[in-house]
């Protein structure tokens, strides 16, 4: 089963408007990551927050830890259309030998209406 | 640089075939991965490798191999294609660890009859 999900599924907002979506997951982290995609293409790198942080800010995106809730949510603020795109947390995880890996959720689906 | 290319983009296969799809990064990466991505289900990792010589197999093993014989190339190889292998496969790599940003491939979109 996969590490993490997001909530919600799939979320349609004015633009200007803010919009947040959040992830839930299983097991400890390390580090937890967030990542969107534009439709058809490969996913693009936007923030990663460390398990000693709880809130971490990077121009119009904000991300927030709760490692007792093993949870995250992501903060968009003033929406533009080119913010549509899915977007998915990713968690690192230690397997059974010993490797790191990474894991992702099952994706937010946002939607910029004009 | 050229970044992560996949090669093919698109693939028809009948079930039962084989087939190998191509990773390379020009990036001197160690870390390379392999996720599948269907509709409602984001993205699954297949396997991953942290260096030349060195794989591990992630969440949905089943059904494919990997091998790292040089830092650049990490091929998925099908061994008999199955319906539920259809997908969007997506290639990554990393500097160095998972938690480094990883850069990602321009996907082959695979469909087996």
């Known amino acids: ?114 | 640089n050229a970044g992560v290319t996949q090669t093919p983009k698109f693939q028809v296969l009948k079930t039962g075939q084989s087939m190998t799809l191509q990773c390379a990064q020009d990036m001197n990466h160690e870390y390379m991965s392999w996720y599948r991505q269907d509709p409602g289900m984001g993205l699954r990792l297949i396997h991953y490798s942290v260096g030349a010589g060195i794989t591990d197999q992630g969440e949905v093993p089943n059904g494919y191999n990997v091998s790292r014989s040089t830092t650049e190339d990490f091929p998925l190889r099908l061994l008999s294609a199955a319906p539920s292998q259809t997908s969007v496969y997506f290639c990554a790599s990393s500097l160095d660890r998972p938690q480094d940003t990883q850069y990602f491939g321009p996907g082959t979109r695979l469909t087996v009859l």
């Open chain 1, 1 to 114: 089963s996969q590490q993490g999900e997001e909530d919600p599924q799939a979320l349609s907002i004015q633009e200007g408007e803010n919009a947040t979506m959040n992830c839930s997951y299983k097991t400890s982290i390390n580090n937890l990551q967030w990542y969107r995609q534009n439709s058809g293409r490969g996913l693009v790198h936007l923030i990663l927050i460390r398990s000693n942080e709880r809130e971490k800010h990077s121009g119009r995106l904000r991300v927030t830890l709760d490692t007792s809730k093993k949870s995250s949510s992501l903060l968009i603020t003033a929406s533009r259309a080119a913010d549509t795109a899915s977007y998915f947390c990713a968690t690192d995880a230690v397997s059974n030998f010993g490797n790191e890996k990474l894991t992702f959720g099952t994706g937010t689906r946002l939607t910029i209406i004009p």
